[in-house]
């Protein structure tokens, strides 16, 4: 009868109805949770026989734009890879100090010239002496200090992306928990649409861990891969691993092969077993994961490198002296003597030669490495890009050193020996002509303080020389920023910053070292190595220290000022994308209200409907 | 940026009007302190040139510092010199009068060169602070020795006057003739020579004679000359003239006169009977000039080159002395030691130019030089004529007392007026004096730079009070208006109208 089934229909219309108001309230409920995607109902109609038609409710619909919402997720990530970055960019900008302030690193320097100055017009003076040695130690201290906070901030990359991989298999294990749960039923009522929520906002977050890939699937289940491919959640979620260090260090830093490694890798161990070395496979582009990763193992080790380069520099402009090849002829060959006696772990010795067949000249740079698992030198290792770099173990004395060079440039012509004692000889090849030697000079440095020359150590590595000495885990520069300091020797007896020898004791008014110190550091220009990210390996940067500070400070700045540019970008594009996204998706207080009215309306009609009926059915008995 | 997850809709809002906030903050922030920013990357393009501006800036502030500095001890040194000019007119002024010799010897040019001497040595240890400027590159150290020390010596190191009285002897020698020999080979002839080759004691220069009938032969070495009259006799009015130089390069001459008085005046000679008298009283005659030569001439003049040879120290070249006992038969000097003469210069010695021991950077490549050594010529000179004045002592009842005196003023007051060609006070005034023109030089235009530099620094780095202000007012405004109408975005919904 049709009447029956009329009410029947009403009544999956006020079933409806309820549905609808239920959702309402949901979403009304659920206007400021995290995640929730506003809910509607899918009607449909249903068909019964020749004149029934009822409602229902098919399925719940989440209103998702996914076009908008992989936007988001790439943009996500981009924007926590771009905040994450500013922040570590602008602390460490801290590290610099403020501009022109006492405390600048600047400033440090430019008091040091300036003691250095009044020094070179006093040199006589107690105080002008005590002035030069305490701003040389406020210097020192300041790198020792700027040092210890670069490895500071790395040591908090390390820690954040030991955070961040928690974080990470925590949204990873609840995707694929989800996933399984999804499995189970494939329905799209109001629970699978909660959990689909919940399972996108796990995406989220680890969306701005790293940069994934989410594929959907059959059966509302995703898979998420990184971009590069590797499967991270399936049904099974892969675990990342990551080992931190406990104290950072400058020495300690990220290399593919195991054994050197000194910081945490990240790996990725499958559910089905099989390691991934993510940052060997350089799988995570973005997201935090990657900016911990930037930071941790190129800008904040460039950093480094730069005051190590700074330090470095300053250590070796003073200490270093030139001692010059005596000229000698041996027959009808030519060429030079060497006293090696004092070259040190690190120093080396200029040969320049004229290949007479092509008419070019030719630089050899002989480098004393004692540590042997530094060998094989590259012709890098200086920063003259046009020098080649041959390295000599000292272990077996000079005459070794002379039949290693012959074995290494026999194609030269040029013949080292030994004549006596420490000395080489560097002879050309005599009548035949075909190559001259034109110059030998060694790069020695100084170890005493009253050594008869203007040099002197006036910074130390901690208590030893610096050299330069070159060893497999990269050499005596690295990390040098944290260890300078000034000669205790020196602050033991202020007048070495004078007397720079005992017989004839220099006069107290000579002028001659304080002018050296202040003109190697303000003046004298020096080849900086490109490690600090300031010039090329073809072109090093070349200047002075005051203009290689200049360039560190700009450098930085710059990069740090790029930074929060990109951040600021990322951001507006992020928010407008989420702008987009909560137009579509979030819940809108005034839409629920006005589809309340609706649903009570139509709440109101289908009572109508229903009492209609009964009247009708009333009638109906009556009869 | 706290993320809190997709869909939270006022988390937007409300992360909006927190950025205007922050900007607002870093507005006042920068009135407040006047800068644009407290971090190299708020500095913008140019933080790199702010920073090389500020190394200008501070190795500005060095130079000034030195300029001050320098000037300071330019100044002093100045003072100094102008005082040492002064005591050189003085001194030389003080020659020119003849002076009675008093009680103990002295004259009164003497007295007041003795006074003269101790300010000198103490104008020479001039100190800036703690620093000497006078001692070259040992700054530390007095320049000279004390005046009781330099005249007198210092327990078995000799002074002044012992090294006078050793010059004395030695150029003098035994017979008080200047170390010559006066004899008579045969009896009609009169030689004179030099005692032995040495520096001492007055040197034959030449003798130029016109006696009728002499012959002249010169001998040597040790150098000498023979004139003998064995032809005959002179007529009267013939001269003969021996020259001599002195231990001080001054030369002085004897001339004798043939003469047929039976009382032959000083530097007369009484032509005899036969010519072996002549030739016995031109013998006499000569002895007696060269024994008067001798006390007062050669003795003046052996203290001023006892004086020289005293004070001329420099590196390498210690004080000389005579190489003796006996002194009066010395042929040599010898080279005084730190143990038996007082080196008066106890400053740096060296051959390079005095100025050169004290430089100061004035600018980036301008450097001034103004070092002093107290042994530079110029200075040396005052000090060792002065002393070689205050050093000689006469005696009242000594008749040559007053030609000597006389023979010493003349010699002092030559020397002060300084030879042409060397070194005067006044050069090293005159050099001094460069130096403070380009420092004040290079001041003037420090302060010009400085204030360019921190001009371009203060547009790099500072602000504008205005700009900021009423980018604050701007800001504010438009914060205000923000707030209100999310406030109304907030109580406009649908909900409070059902």
Same mark, same amino acid.
């Given at each position: 009868?049709?009447?029956?089934?009329?009410?029947?229909?009403?009544?999956?219309?006020?079933?409806?109805?309820?549905?609808?108001?239920?959702?309402?309230?949901?979403?009304?409920?659920?206007?400021?949770?995290?995640?929730?995607?506003?809910?509607?109902?899918?009607?449909?109609?249903?068909?019964?026989?020749? =004149?029934?038609?009822? +409602?229902?409710? @098919?399925?719940?619909?989440? #209103?998702?734009?996914?076009? $908008?919402? !992989? %936007? /988001?997720?790439?943009?996500?990530?981009?924007?926590?890879?771009?905040?994450?970055?500013?922040?570590?960019?602008?602390?460490?900008?801290?590290?610099?100090?403020?501009?022109?302030?006492?405390?600048?690193?600047?400033?440090?320097?430019?008091?040091?010239?300036?003691?250095?100055?009044?020094?070179?017009?006093?040199?006589?003076?107690?105080?002008?002496?005590?002035?030069?040695?305490?701003?040389?130690?406020?210097?020192?201290?300041?790198?020792?200090?700027?040092?210890?906070?670069?490895?500071?901030?790395?040591?908090?990359?390390?820690?954040? =992306?030991?955070?961040? +991989?928690?974080? @990470?298999?925590?949204?990873? #294990?609840?995707?694929?928990? $989800?996933? !399984? %749960? /999804?499995?189970?039923?494939?329905?799209?009522?109001?629970?699978?649409?909660?959990?689909?929520?919940?399972?996108?906002?796990?995406?989220?977050?680890?969306?701005?861990?790293?940069?994934?890939?989410?594929?959907?699937?059959?059966?509302?289940?995703?898979?998420?891969?990184?971009?590069?491919?590797?499967?991270?959640?399936?049904?099974?979620?892969?675990?990342?691993?990551?080992?931190?260090?406990?104290?950072?260090?400058?020495?300690?830093?990220?290399?593919?092969?195991?054994?050197?490694?000194?910081?945490?890798?990240?790996?990725?161990?499958?559910?089905?077993?099989?390691?991934?070395?993510?940052?060997?496979?350089?799988?995570?582009?973005?997201?935090?994961?990657?900016?911990?990763?930037?930071?941790?193992?190129?800008?904040?080790?460039?950093?480094?490198?730069?005051?190590?380069?700074?330090?470095?520099?300053?250590?070796?402009?003073?200490?270093?002296?030139?001692?010059?090849?005596?000229?000698?002829?041996?027959?009808?060959?030519?060429?030079?003597?060497?006293?090696?006696?004092?070259?040190?772990?690190?120093?080396?010795?200029?040969?320049?030669?004229?290949?007479?067949?092509?008419?070019?000249?030719?630089?050899?740079?002989?480098?004393?490495?004692?540590?042997?698992?530094?060998?094989?030198?590259?012709?890098?290792?200086?920063?003259?890009?046009?020098?080649?770099?041959?390295?000599?173990?000292?272990?077996?004395?000079?005459?070794?050193?002379?039949?290693?060079?012959?074995?290494?440039?026999?194609?030269?012509?040029?013949?080292?020996?030994?004549?006596?004692?420490?000395?080489?000889?560097?002879?050309?090849?005599?009548?035949?002509?075909?190559?001259?030697?034109?110059?030998?000079?060694?790069?020695?440095?100084?170890?005493?303080?009253?050594?008869?020359?203007?040099?002197?150590?006036?910074?130390?590595?901690?208590?030893?020389?610096?050299?330069?000495?070159?060893?497999?885990?990269?050499?005596?520069?690295?990390?040098?920023?944290?260890?300078?300091?000034?000669?205790?020797?020196?602050?033991?007896?202020?007048?070495?910053?004078?007397?720079?020898?005992?017989?004839?004791?220099?006069?107290?008014?000579?002028?001659?070292?304080?002018?050296?110190?202040?003109?190697?550091?303000?003046?004298?220009?020096?080849?900086?190595?490109?490690?600090?990210?300031?010039?090329?390996?073809?072109?090093?940067?070349?200047?002075?220290?005051?203009?290689?500070?200049?360039?560190?400070?700009?450098?930085?700045?710059?990069?740090?000022?790029?930074?929060?540019?990109?951040?600021?970008?990322?951001?507006?594009?992020?928010?407008?994308?989420?702008?987009?996204?909560?137009?579509?998706?979030?819940?809108?207080?005034?839409?629920?209200?006005?589809?309340?009215?609706?649903?009570?309306?139509?709440?109101?009609?289908?009572?109508?409907?229903?009492?209609?009926?009964?009247?009708?059915?009333?009638?109906?008995?009556?009869? | 940026?706290?993320?809190?997850?997709?869909?939270?809709?006022?988390?937007?809002?409300?992360?909006?009007?927190?950025?205007?906030?922050?900007?607002?903050?870093?507005?006042?922030?920068?009135?407040?302190?006047?800068?644009?920013?407290?971090?190299?990357?708020?500095?913008?393009?140019?933080?790199?040139?702010?920073?090389?501006?500020?190394?200008?800036?501070?190795?500005?502030?060095?130079?000034?510092?030195?300029?001050?500095?320098?000037?300071?001890?330019?100044?002093?040194?100045?003072?100094?010199?102008?005082?040492?000019?002064?005591?050189?007119?003085?001194?030389?002024?003080?020659?020119?009068?003849?002076?009675?010799?008093?009680?103990?010897?002295?004259?009164?040019?003497?007295?007041?060169?003795?006074?003269?001497?101790?300010?000198?040595?103490?104008?020479?240890?001039?100190?800036?602070?703690?620093?000497?400027?006078?001692?070259?590159?040992?700054?530390?150290?007095?320049?000279?020795?004390?005046?009781?020390?330099?005249?007198?010596?210092?327990?078995?190191?000799?002074?002044?006057?012992?090294?006078?009285?050793?010059?004395?002897?030695?150029?003098?020698?035994?017979?008080?003739?200047?170390?010559?020999?006066?004899?008579?080979?045969?009896?009609?002839?009169?030689?004179?020579?030099?005692?032995?080759?040495?520096?001492?004691?007055?040197?034959?220069?030449?003798?130029?004679?016109?006696?009728?009938?002499?012959?002249?032969?010169?001998?040597?070495?040790?150098?000498?000359?023979?004139?003998?009259?064995?032809?005959?006799?002179?007529?009267?009015?013939?001269?003969?003239?021996?020259?001599?130089?002195?231990?001080?390069?001054?030369?002085?001459?004897?001339?004798?006169?043939?003469?047929?008085?039976?009382?032959?005046?000083?530097?007369?000679?009484?032509?005899?009977?036969?010519?072996?008298?002549?030739?016995?009283?031109?013998?006499?005659?000569?002895?007696?000039?060269?024994?008067?030569?001798?006390?007062?001439?050669?003795?003046?003049?052996?203290?001023?080159?006892?004086?020289?040879?005293?004070?001329?120290?420099?590196?390498?070249?210690?004080?000389?002395?005579?190489?003796?006992?006996?002194?009066?038969?010395?042929?040599?000097?010898?080279?005084?030691?730190?143990?038996?003469?007082?080196?008066?210069?106890?400053?740096?010695?060296?051959?390079?130019?005095?100025?050169?021991?004290?430089?100061?950077?004035?600018?980036?490549?301008?450097?001034?030089?103004?070092?002093?050594?107290?042994?530079?010529?110029?200075?040396?000179?005052?000090?060792?004529?002065?002393?070689?004045?205050?050093?000689?002592?006469?005696?009242?009842?000594?008749?040559?007392?007053?030609?000597?005196?006389?023979?010493?003023?003349?010699?002092?007051?030559?020397?002060?007026?300084?030879?042409?060609?060397?070194?005067?006070?006044?050069?090293?005034?005159?050099?001094?004096?460069?130096?403070?023109?380009?420092?004040?030089?290079?001041?003037?235009?420090?302060?010009?730079?400085?204030?360019?530099?921190?001009?371009?620094?203060?547009?790099?780095?500072?602000?504008?009070?205005?700009?900021?202000?009423?980018?604050?007012?701007?800001?504010?405004?438009?914060?205000?208006?923000?707030?209100?109408?999310?406030?109304?975005?907030?109580?406009?919904?649908?909900?409070?109208?059902?």
């Amino acid at each position: 009868m049709s009447l029956t089934q009329a009410l029947a229909t009403a009544v999956s219309g006020l079933r409806v109805n309820q549905a609808g108001l239920s959702l309402v309230a949901a979403n009304v409920a659920n206007a400021d949770t995290p995640g929730y995607v506003r809910k509607t109902p899918i009607q449909v109609t249903i068909a019964a026989g020749d =004149l029934g038609v009822g +409602v229902r409710v @098919a399925a719940i619909n989440r #209103q998702l734009d996914q076009y $908008i919402q !992989r %936007q /988001l997720r790439v943009e996500s990530s981009g924007a926590s890879y771009a905040g994450l970055r500013a922040q570590f960019y602008d602390r460490l900008q801290n590290v610099y100090g403020v501009p022109g302030s006492a405390s600048s690193f600047e400033s440090a320097f430019n008091d040091f010239k300036t003691a250095l100055q009044a020094l070179s017009t006093s040199p006589d003076s107690t105080s002008a002496r005590a002035g030069v040695l305490s701003s040389a130690t406020v210097l020192t201290q300041q790198l020792n200090s700027m040092s210890a906070d670069i490895q500071g901030l790395r040591g908090d990359a390390e820690f954040g =992306l030991a955070d961040a +991989v928690t974080r @990470a298999n925590d949204a990873m #294990q609840r995707i694929a928990q $989800i996933n !399984r %749960q /999804l499995g189970t039923a494939d329905a799209s009522d109001a629970t699978t649409a909660s959990l689909q929520d919940q399972r996108d906002q796990c995406i989220d977050q680890l969306a701005q861990l790293m940069d994934i890939k989410v594929v959907r699937g059959d059966h509302n289940q995703v898979t998420v891969f990184t971009s590069s491919g590797i499967q991270l959640v399936g049904i099974e979620a892969a675990q990342l691993s990551f080992d931190p260090q406990g104290t950072m260090t400058a020495t300690a830093q990220w290399n593919a092969n195991p054994a050197q490694r000194t910081v945490g890798t990240l790996v990725l161990k499958g559910p089905n077993g099989g390691d991934i070395d993510l940052i060997a496979n350089r799988s995570i582009h973005s997201g935090e994961i990657a900016a911990y990763l930037e930071m941790r193992d190129q800008v904040l080790v460039e950093a480094q490198a730069q005051l190590d380069e700074i330090a470095a520099t300053m250590a070796r402009a003073l200490s270093d002296r030139t001692l010059a090849g005596t000229p000698v002829t041996v027959g009808t060959q030519a060429g030079f003597d060497i006293d090696l006696a004092s070259l040190l772990n690190g120093n080396s010795v200029r040969v320049t030669y004229t290949d007479n067949l092509t008419s070019t000249q030719h630089v050899l740079t002989l480098v004393r490495v004692d540590d042997p698992a530094a060998l094989p030198l590259p012709d890098t290792a200086t920063t003259d890009p046009n020098d080649r770099v041959i390295d000599l173990d000292f272990s077996g004395g000079i005459a070794s050193v002379a039949s290693q060079l012959n074995a290494a440039l026999m194609q030269t012509s040029l013949q080292f020996s030994n004549p006596a004692g420490t000395t080489l000889r560097i002879l050309d090849d005599g009548a035949a002509s075909a190559v001259d030697v034109n110059a030998v000079a060694a790069s020695i440095t100084s170890t005493a303080l009253a050594g008869g020359s203007a040099e002197l150590p006036f910074f130390l590595d901690a208590s030893t020389p610096y050299t330069g000495a070159i060893t497999s885990i990269g050499g005596q520069s690295v990390g040098f920023a944290g260890r300078i300091a000034v000669n205790a020797g020196l602050l033991a007896d202020p007048s070495k910053l004078v007397v720079f020898q005992t017989s004839p004791l220099t006069p107290a008014g000579d002028a001659t070292r304080p002018n050296f110190i202040y003109d190697q550091l303000a003046n004298a220009t020096f080849d900086f190595s490109p490690v600090s990210g300031i010039g090329a390996t073809t072109a090093p940067f070349r200047g002075s220290l005051p203009q290689m500070i200049r360039q560190v400070i700009s450098h930085q700045g710059d990069a740090a000022h790029a930074a929060a540019n990109l951040k600021e970008g990322q951001d507006v594009v992020f928010n407008s994308l989420r702008q987009r996204f909560n137009n579509t998706s979030s819940v809108n207080v005034d839409e629920e209200m006005a589809n309340l009215l609706n649903l009570q309306n139509a709440y109101a009609a289908n009572a109508r409907v229903m009492s209609t009926i009964k009247e009708m059915l009333d009638t109906l008995l009556k009869m | 940026m706290s993320i809190s997850g997709i869909g939270s809709q006022t988390s937007l809002i409300v992360q909006s009007l927190v950025d205007t906030r922050r900007q607002l903050d870093d507005l006042q922030r920068q009135l407040g302190t006047g800068k644009k920013a407290d971090t190299y990357a708020g500095l913008g393009l140019d933080r790199g040139l702010a920073v090389g501006l500020r190394a200008h800036v501070a190795s500005l502030g060095g130079f000034d510092n030195a300029i001050t500095n320098v000037g300071v001890r330019i100044n002093l040194a100045q003072v100094a010199l102008g005082r040492i000019s002064d005591i050189t007119h003085q001194i030389k002024a003080a020659t020119l009068q003849p002076g009675a010799i008093d009680s103990n010897g002295s004259t009164n040019a003497q007295l007041n060169a003795y006074l003269e001497l101790g300010e000198l040595l103490g104008l020479l240890n001039t100190q800036a602070g703690d620093r000497y400027l006078f001692s070259g590159r040992s700054t530390d150290q007095p320049a000279v020795e004390t005046l009781d020390h330099v005249m007198n010596g210092d327990g078995a190191r000799a002074g002044l006057k012992q090294i006078t009285a050793e010059r004395k002897q030695a150029d003098l020698g035994a017979n008080g003739l200047g170390r010559l020999l006066i004899t008579a080979p045969t009896p009609f002839s009169v030689r004179l020579r030099e005692d032995v080759v040495s520096p001492f004691g007055l040197k034959l220069a030449g003798v130029t004679s016109n006696l009728a009938n002499a012959t002249v032969t010169p001998s040597g070495p040790p150098t000498g000359t023979t004139v003998d009259l064995t032809a005959g006799n002179p007529n009267d009015g013939d001269t003969i003239e021996y020259r001599f130089t002195l231990p001080d390069g001054s030369t002085e001459s004897i001339t004798l006169t043939a003469t047929t008085s039976a009382n032959p005046g000083p530097n007369q000679f009484a032509i005899g009977a036969t010519s072996d008298l002549t030739a016995g009283n031109l013998l006499t005659a000569l002895t007696a000039a060269v024994g008067k030569l001798a006390a007062t001439s050669l003795t003046a003049a052996s203290a001023v080159a006892a004086a020289g040879d005293f004070f001329n120290v420099d590196a390498g070249q210690p004080p000389q002395r005579v190489a003796a006992p006996p002194f009066d038969t010395a042929t040599a000097f010898v080279a005084g030691t730190p143990a038996d003469t007082v080196t008066w210069y106890t400053g740096e010695m060296g051959a390079d130019p005095a100025r050169a021991t004290a430089t100061a950077s004035v600018d980036t490549s301008i450097t001034v030089s103004y070092g002093l050594r107290a042994n530079e010529q110029g200075l040396r000179w005052v000090v060792q004529n002065v002393a070689a004045l205050a050093a000689m002592t006469f005696s009242q009842s000594d008749p040559n007392a007053a030609e000597r005196s006389a023979a010493l003023n003349q010699r002092i007051g030559t020397a002060l007026a300084v030879p042409a060609g060397t070194q005067k006070v006044e050069d090293i005034e005159g050099e001094l004096a460069g130096a403070q023109t380009t420092l004040s030089a290079a001041s003037d235009r420090h302060r010009q730079t400085k204030a360019t530099l921190s001009d371009m620094l203060e547009q790099i780095e500072g602000i504008s009070n205005e700009e900021v202000a009423s980018t604050i007012l701007a800001m504010q405004t438009r914060l205000q208006a923000s707030l209100q109408t999310t406030a109304l975005l907030f109580q406009t919904s649908l909900v409070r109208y059902l």
